[in-house]
């Protein structure tokens, strides 16, 4: 299996963007699929998870206010929607495989390679 993001670019505080996670090499509808992110000079942290049906997981209310998570398992593609980019929300994004179809707190089994997003004010 293996997982390319993209959609990764500069955007201005208040902007939308949508992250894209293309899946190849598998059956894409056996995953969950979780999304990640490492800040300048901080270690990778979740953000999202969504399991193969379509119910989603956040890591906190504030995360759910800014993102959204999707996926469409006929186009083996996933989404991360960043509905209003906060400077803090600067990252790489990386999404990954989840070991489990229906556990979003499984551990990732196959990771991207990541996406960056830098937000400036």
């Known amino acids: 299996v293996q997982l390319i993001e993209s959609g990764g670019q500069w955007v201005q505080a208040g902007d939308s963007l949508r992250l894209s996670c293309a899946v190849s090499?598998?059956?894409?509808?056996?995953?969950?699929m979780g999304w990640f992110r490492q800040p300048p000079g901080k270690e990778r942290e979740f953000v999202a998870a969504?399991?193969?049906?379509?119910?989603?997981?956040m890591d906190s209310d504030s995360v759910k206010e800014r993102f959204a998570i999707a996926r469409d398992n006929a186009k083996n593609t996933g989404y991360l929607v960043m509905i209003s980019a906060q400077i803090e929300a600067t990252a790489v994004y990386y999404c990954?495989?989840?070991?489990?179809?229906?556990?979003?707190?499984?551990?990732?089994?196959?990771w991207g390679q990541g996406t960056q997003v830098p937000v400036s004010s």
């Open positions: 990954a495989a989840l070991s489990s179809p229906v556990a979003v707190t499984s551990t990732p089994a196959v």
């Open positions: 090499g598998g059956t894409f509808r056996h995953y969950a």
């Open positions: 969504i399991t193969w049906k379509g119910g989603a997981t």
